[in-house]
Nanobody, 125 residues
Framework: QVQLVESGGGLVQAGGSLRLSCAAS????????MGWFRQAPGKEREFVAA??????????TDSVSVKGRFIISRDNAKNTVYLQMNSLKLEDTAVYSC????????????????WGQGTQVTVSS
């Protein structure tokens, strides 16, 4: 069992930056992936980025809205995954959640086994 706790959300002006953190506890084995998802008001939860815990391989949503602005990374020594968000836009406002799963990356929400409680990111004009 893996427990995930997010932090780092908050209120930021458009154009600003935030770094989200997701601390993982419990036993983590090889071929473990962690991902970030977000859910904006009135919308479904969507995939943002994922990273392989061991190799550091990363992948991002195909959405052009986040490409080049968001960066996922991890610090294995701290059992923590980060999402660096730059040049934030109003439409980035959402609850951001981290998730974990074994066996490979997936963009489908239901494919992920472990979830944090989420952290609110609000971008103001």
């Amino acid at each position: 069992q893996v427990q995930l706790v997010e932090s780092g959300g908050g209120l930021v002006q458009a154009g600003g930056s935030l770094r989200l953190s997701c601390a993982a506890s419990g036993r983590i084995f090889s071929n473990y992936f962690m991902g970030w998802f977000r859910q904006a008001p009135g919308k479904e939860r969507e995939f943002v980025a994922a990273i392989n815990w061991s190799s550091g391989w990363t992948t991002y949503t195909d959405s052009v809205s986040v490409k080049g602005r968001f960066i996922i990374s991890r610090d294995n020594a701290k059992n923590t995954v980060y999402l660096q968000m730059n040049s934030l836009k109003l439409e980035d406002t959402a609850v951001y959640s981290c998730a974990g799963r074994y066996g490979g990356y997936s963009a489908y929400v239901r494919a992920w086994d472990y979830w944090g409680q989420g952290t609110q990111v609000t971008v103001s004009s």
